[in-house]
């Protein structure tokens, strides 16, 4: 049995079917389409006879790259293993036994509040609405006292973008109740920086911004995030971090990774172009209807009574892999999210699918 808590267990999947991964087409997992950037395999590789030696304990020079990158200190700055560290490690980090998660979101938000012994409750956006955040319900909400309030943005699975001035009235409110706002940032790369908040929001000192290198430069396996916050909360994370959370050849990625600034515009480019091209495409299947999105995947309703799992189903035998969404808190069977992949790619998603809904009629 698979556990579909998240969208990438190509390897898992592949042992259950029999097949090698590669003959698997993953658009469970949202990662750049147009794969590593060739500087950060170089960097990689030539970093192998390095792992004889221990890593930078706190990753310093990815530290002060990362800060020169943002414009803020380096103080300001926390490498991790992946953002699903500092996620379990943020109910460490206040007091409290509460959390508020604007939901669809990440399950690790919940599981970390749990494996912390912090219960949560969440905020469903409503989908009808455009997944459109209500500051006076927040408002509300909050006043009700919660350690920590989680939010994605752009939200994941629904893509939906929230501007940075939202984003200003939301640490506001946080501030106001005493909350610390976690705001995960994790597909905020494929919006461009100019979406991010970090500027704004990250030096107030009631807020921790999540980034993730692993989805905008194609390296999970590696597992590489950080967080932006100010210069005292960041010194807490790196101390309930640990030293040696970020490898050698992670560090040697990120540092490549940042000197990328061709492969970036070229995503960027890439990612609004097929976006549009795919939620087209989609729009034009029966029984589909995509919701718009900022980010570098599309959350699909089915109408007329078809399940995702359904459909899951059909693809997988076609070898192609989506994600179900019934698992997310205000969702249900019906929803389902795809990555956005190469054109051909995608292609073959949409031939896919306009067979399996004409088979249903």
């Not at 929230?162 to 939301?170: A, H, K, L, M």
Request: aromatic share 8%; proline share 5%.
């Amino acid at each position: 049995m698979i556990n579909h808590d998240h969208g990438g267990a190509v390897f898992a999947i592949a042992r259950q079917l029999g097949l090698p991964p590669e003959e698997i087409i993953d658009f469970s997992a949202s990662i750049n389409p147009l794969g590593m950037p060739a500087g950060v395999r170089a960097a990689v590789i030539g970093q192998v006879d390095s792992l004889v030696h221990y890593p930078e304990a706190d990753a310093g020079p990815l530290r002060d790259a990362l800060a020169a990158f943002h414009g803020v200190a380096a103080e300001q700055i926390c490498p991790s293993n992946g953002t699903t560290e500092l996620i379990y490690l943020l109910p460490r980090l206040v007091p409290g036994s509460r959390a508020l998660i604007v939901s669809p979101a990440f399950s690790e938000y919940a599981k970390g509040l749990a494996a912390a012994g912090w219960g949560h409750e969440s905020l469903c956006l409503s989908p009808d609405e455009g997944f459109s955040l209500d500051m006076g319900s927040l408002r509300d909400r909050l006043s009700a006292g919660y350690g920590i309030l989680y939010l994605c943005n752009p939200g994941n699975p629904t893509g939906k973008l929230y501007s940075r001035s939202e984003i200003g009235q939301v640490a506001d409110l946080c501030r106001s109740c005493g909350t610390l706002l976690a705001l995960d940032e994790a597909f905020i790369d494929f919006c461009g920086e100019e979406a991010s908040a970090v500027q704004s929001v990250a030096a107030s000192g009631n807020v921790v911004v999540l980034r993730s290198m692993t989805k905008f430069y194609a390296i999970p396996g590696l597992r590489l995030g950080y967080a932006v916050t100010d210069a005292a909360t960041a010194t807490r994370l790196a101390e309930l971090r640990g030293p040696w959370s970020v490898s050698t050849l992670a560090q040697a990625a990120g540092l490549a990774a940042l000197a990328g600034a061709d492969f970036r515009v070229r995503t960027l480019k890439f990612i609004a172009c097929e976006r549009t091209r795919l939620f087209r495409l989609l729009s034009s299947v029966n029984g589909f209807s995509p919701f718009p999105a900022s980010a570098n995947y599309l959350l699909i309703r089915l109408d007329g009574g078809r399940l995702a799992k359904d459909i899951r189903r059909e693809l997988l035998a076609r070898r192609l892999l989506i994600r179900d969404c019934s698992l997310f808190d205000g969702l249900n069977g019906s929803y389902m999210r795809v990555a956005i992949r190469l054109p051909e790619q995608d292609d073959m998603l949409v031939a896919s699918l306009r067979e399996i809904m004409r088979s249903a009629c």
